[in-house]
């Protein structure tokens, strides 16, 4: 199975579907919920934490995010970093991941997770060097990519020093599907497309701590 840890499109039953709290939720299939921090409005906050906790407990729901902070855009950080610690706390609450947006703000993140080193992170789209990677992954991070992460000389030295057991792939926004990730992932790995599944099966599971499949 070609698992897919990060899609925005609705359909896959081997998929983490993400939803915003303003969204249906899907029929089927498993999804995560979270405020984006793109989407982040300080007038629609409060309703949409409320959402999210009537839904923390759903058997379908896997994790609890994308959320975190983005210096790119979005509203003020400390808005972005309230919203953050209120999403950090439903995952508390729920006993389930977090799967974390992150742009130019890993001093921030790094000194939250610091302290959440009990909780189960996984940073989304990660786009960081070698060096970035095994420090997230020492605090206990699990790092999932896509194409885009993937491209050129510094996405293969990025992709390679990701730590095999931390590795998770996605598809997030982009139209390619999850078959194409994983062909370019196994390429570049020098695996086979089969071990390399096999490899992210185990991953998922033991980033979410239970079997899926
Ligand atoms: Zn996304």
Not at 105 to 117: G, M, P, Q, V, Y
Not at 193 to 211: C, D, H, K, P
Request: aromatic content about 8%; charged content about 20%.
């Amino acid at each position: 199975m070609l698992f897919d840890f990060h899609t925005h499109r609705v359909g896959s039953l081997s998929a983490i579907h993400n939803c915003f709290p303003s969204e249906v939720i899907p029929d089927n299939g498993y999804f995560s919920m979270g405020i984006h921090p793109w989407l982040l409005r300080e007038d629609s906050m409060v309703d949409e934490l409320e959402t999210m906790l009537s839904v923390i407990h759903h058997t379908r729901l896997l994790m609890i995010g994308e959320c975190g902070i983005d210096k790119t855009k979005g509203p003020d950080l400390n808005v972005q970093l309230t919203a953050f610690q209120r999403q950090i706390d439903l995952s508390q609450i729920a006993s389930k991941p977090l799967v974390v947006h992150c742009v130019r703000a890993f001093d921030e993140l790094i000194r939250l997770k610091k302290s959440h080193l009990s909780q189960q992170w996984a940073l989304h789209a990660f786009h960081g060097s070698p060096q970035m990677a095994i420090q997230l992954c020492r605090m206990g991070f699990y790092l999932s990519v896509g194409l885009r992460q993937m491209e050129g000389d510094s996405g293969m030295v990025r992709l390679r020093g990701i730590p095999a057991d931390r590795l998770l792939l996605e598809t997030d926004d982009d139209p390619h599907p999850i078959g194409e990730v994983f062909g370019k992932a196994a390429a570049i790995l020098g695996m086979s497309i089969e071990a390399l599944e096999a490899r992210v099966v185990v991953n998922v599971q033991t980033f979410l701590g239970r079997s899926l499949f």
